[in-house]
């Protein structure tokens, strides 16, 4: 049976800032039912690759697709009419701007059918719902980082890039987050994460890869992982 062909594939990806490589020949794929998370170490280049797929870093090497369509070297304001997300870990909402106009900015490429797609938002976040008018300056960082979800849904993504989500997040608002991201996925998106909080974001993951001095150290399946002595003594803090 031939494989089926996966909503984002990153393959040979070197990239960096100035001259200087931070990734070297990095390679993952997302299949279009799945969470994928990426973890390791402080500066292990989890967060520029999530750049380099974005366009936001040009990939020096390497090829991305999605949905087998090369998109290598797109610009991220056609990555998202691709139907690539992004929500980077931090300025990620407008502050001065209500929750509704946030979504309203998210869905600005939308030909039609903004307020649906907001009231769909609302009812998957009834916490946003419960204040649609409240800048999201004034929001805490949970509702904040929710918010950025929710915007990030306005163009309906087949594809969601999420560097950290649950950075500097309570536990209980970590919680929150991560099932928020579960539900996400649930309703049809695919979901590539960098998390350094690597248990819980593997809990929800159905695949992972380690990636330690810029370059694919370990993949496999979330609960592998877990379950790997050598990622439980380097990575979790065991």
Known sequence: MAEAVPALAAHG????YGEVPIIRDVSLTVGHDE???????????????????F????????????????VTGMPPEQLVRHGLGY??????????LSIRENLAMGGFTRANGVEERIDWVF???PVLAERPRERAGRLSGGQRQTLALARALMLE???LLLDEPSASLSPRMVETVFASIVEINRRGTAVLMVEQNARQALAISHRGYVLASGQNRL???????????????????E
Do not use: H
Request: aromatic letters at 6%; glycine letters at 14%; zero cysteines.
């Open 157 to 159: 993504p087949a594809v």
């Open 13 to 16: 990806i070197t990239s960096g």
């Open 123 to 125: 009812a998957l976040f």
């Open 55 to 70: 366009g936001l870093l040009p990939a020096w090497q390497g090829e991305v697709s999605l949905a087998g369509g090369d």
């Open 35 to 53: 969470i994928v998370t990426i973890i390791g170490p402080n500066g292990a280049g989890k967060s520029t690759l999530l750049k380099a797929v």
């Open 219 to 237: 993949q496999g399946l979330a609960s592998d992982l877990l379950g790997s002595d050598e990622v439980r003594r380097l990575y979790l803090g």
């Open 87 to 96: 929500v980077p870990q931090t300025d990620n909402v407008f502050p001065s």
